[in-house]
């Protein structure tokens, strides 16, 4: 089985650009680093494990993506307070940010081909006594955007 590339790639595009990924990355970021310096500042003269802010960095990093090297963690209370915020907000933040993303690619609208919406509005304009007030407005808007593209293309091409 062959994975369609261009196909992934026109899905991480999308994403990218159509969703709040980068944007709760950025938040994501920004608290990992912050949380990482409040737990640095509270547990560096106290606990060895975390003396250094890399190793506060990378226990907050795993804490927040549930891996389980938390051992053995903050020792002093608002060390425990810290780590145990950002153990769910990051988690929350690290999974939704991909969960959100992810939902908004198949959420967005694709355009539908041409013809289909030809044909739609062909089939709808057979019924027009049937159609409310709300659903003839929607059928008179498409049939003209359809018509304007159809002036705005014959208009380009000679």
Do not use: C
């Amino acid at each position: 089985m062959v994975p369609n590339i261009p196909e992934f790639l026109r899905f991480l595009k999308t994403i990218v650009t159509e969703s709040p990924l980068l944007s709760l990355l950025l938040v994501l970021l920004v608290l990992w680093l912050l949380f990482s310096t409040g737990l640095y500042f509270v547990e560096h003269n106290v606990n060895e494990p975390l003396a250094t802010f890399g190793d506060n960095l990378w226990w907050s990093l795993t804490a927040m993506q549930t891996q389980g090297f938390n051992a053995p963690g903050p020792i002093t209370t608002w060390g425990r307070v810290i780590a145990s915020v950002w153990s769910i907000l990051g988690t929350l933040l690290f999974f939704g940010a991909i969960v959100s993303s992810v939902t908004v690619y198949f959420l967005i609208r694709k355009p539908r081909p041409l013809g289909e919406v030809a044909a739609s509005v062909q089939y709808n304009l057979g019924r027009l006594e049937e159609l409310s007030a709300e659903e003839l407005e929607t059928l008179k808007d498409v049939a003209d955007r359809l018509i304007q593209e159809h002036i705005d293309r014959s208009k380009r091409s000679p």
